[in-house]
């Protein structure tokens, strides 16, 4: 399961549109937001409701989080004695992740009584993990990374961020890569800077993608102490402004020629970047698509966000114009649906290369009792909203996942492309956004209000 990294809403501007009855719950940061297979981690997850959750939910298999409590603090009460004080909308889970289960970005969401919050990114990863801890006194105390691969974890509290202090031995190309998937949603992004063994900036040093997902490569000039320096590139230091980077010498892809290929055709790949095996890999382009060309020619290495592959059409003696297309995105990227009761998504295409033409929605496979109506985006328009709803068949404390598709018609050629769930940062629903690979939903039961009791 994956979570693309953050875009530019361009056409998909909420401004004034209201999303119905949306998960009010609003998960804002989980730290760390990691852990390796077959170990378990404690973590803490930043809400927005008083109350606490009875569980959390997290996608696919193999990772099991069990409600702790409330985090708490220790405050000196009137009388002077240490007590613990639970803090606000901060909550305490062990998560245990199996040795097999998968690697990837799943969706933590936690589970209330009634209520369902929209999800947060949370990396199963085969690397050690290191996470900075509270009892780190100073921001001018550094953190010794002792092993790499390994992935860093902490928060920018205040602007002289996070130091982490490591050896490396001249020639080798170090690559300190932030997981964007993971990030929070108060506008935050990190600035990833190597420096030498003084604290100064080191000149050896290549950036990528510095505006959402930042990559630094550095080109070791000499044995000796180095420093990784994490601070706020965007956004406001604090508590939630978590980060995990990826840190190592990682193989990482910058580039690669031939960009395109006619479907069918077997074509050498030349590879350009750091720490790659080889430089070359054999591609065989029948039976795939675009996407699957791309995860071959990366596959086992790191990739600049920007990387694409074109697989034209057979038969195609010059680049064809693109053809008439379409993306789909709704919100929110969980649902609360009353039983008995529904629930109202937004869902907005972007329309591609001249699509003008009519797009219906559907749900794949609804479990029983599920249903939508409308959901139709009419010919040159580019928004609907529609209604999944319930006959009455419950689902006590229950979490299960739905699938959208859109199909529309171009030129006679059927589109059928997913409606992609996603998730918008701040409070106005404009500008940045996170797409999430699956839809949450809960079927919750309404308690009826009991009237006053009559005065005798």
Not at 11 to 18: D, E, I, K, N, T
Not at 400 to 407: K, Q, S, V, Y
Request: aromatic share 8%.
């Amino acid at each position: 399961m994956r979570i693309k990294e953050w875009g530019v809403v361009g056409l998909l501007m909420l401004a004034g549109v209201s999303v119905g009855n949306a998960a009010e719950s609003s998960l804002r940061a989980i730290y760390p937001a990691g852990g390796r297979a077959g170990g378990e981690v404690e973590v803490e997850v930043y809400g927005s409701k008083q109350d606490g959750p009875y569980q959390a939910v997290v996608s696919g298999s193999g990772v099991k989080a069990t409600f702790l409590g409330k985090k708490t603090v220790k405050k000196s009460d009137n009388k002077g004695r240490q007590v613990a004080v639970p803090v606000v909308d901060v909550f305490r889970f062990r998560v245990v992740i199996e040795k097999d289960a998968q690697p990837g970005i799943r969706m933590f969401r936690l589970a209330y009584a009634r209520e369902l919050s929209e999800p947060l990114g949370f990396e199963v990863a085969g690397f050690p993990d290191l996470a900075v801890t509270d009892e780190k006194e100073t921001v001018a105390e550094s953190v010794r990374v002792a092993e790499m691969p390994v992935y860093l974890n902490g928060r920018v509290r205040t602007a002289e961020g996070e130091r982490y202090a490591f050896m490396a031995a001249k020639g080798a190309v170090l690559v300190a890569k932030a997981v964007s998937g993971v990030l929070p949603f108060n506008g935050f992004v990190p600035a990833l800077t190597f420096c030498d063994a003084n604290g100064q900036p080191c000149g050896e040093v290549t950036r990528y993608g510095a505006a959402d997902a930042p990559i630094s490569v550095f080109e070791v000039p000499r044995d000796g102490d180095y420093g990784l320096r994490i601070t706020a590139a965007e956004g406001v230091p604090g508590d939630v402004s978590v980060y995990r980077v990826k840190l190592g010498e990682l193989p990482l892809i910058t580039s690669f020629e031939p960009v395109s290929a006619v479907k069918g055709e077997s074509l050498n790949v030349r590879l350009s970047g750091c720490n790659l095996p080889r430089q070359r890999i054999r591609l065989f382009t029948g039976g795939k698509n675009s996407a699957m060309c791309l995860d071959k020619i990366t596959e086992g290495a790191e990739k600049l966000p920007d990387l694409c592959f074109d697989l034209r059409e057979s038969g195609a003696v010059t680049a064809a114009p693109e053809n008439p297309d379409f993306l789909a995105w709704m919100t929110p990227a969980s649902l609360n649906i009353p039983a008995n009761g529904s629930t109202t998504v937004t869902v907005r295409l972007r329309r591609l290369n001249g699509f003008e033409g009519e797009v219906r929605i559907r749900l794949d496979y609804p479990p029983l009792g599920i249903a939508c109506s409308g959901g139709v985006v009419p010919e040159g328009q580019d928004t609907c909203r529609m209604e999944v709803f319930t006959d009455g068949h419950r689902y006590p404390r229950t979490v299960f996942d739905l699938a959208l598709t859109a199909e529309g018609d171009a030129n006679g050629k059927i589109l059928r492309r997913p409606v992609i769930p996603v998730r918008y940062v701040g409070e106005d629903g404009v500008g940045k956004f996170r797409e999430f690979s699956g839809l949450a939903v809960k079927v919750v039961q309404v308690v009826p209000q009991r009237s006053a009791p009559k005065k005798r």
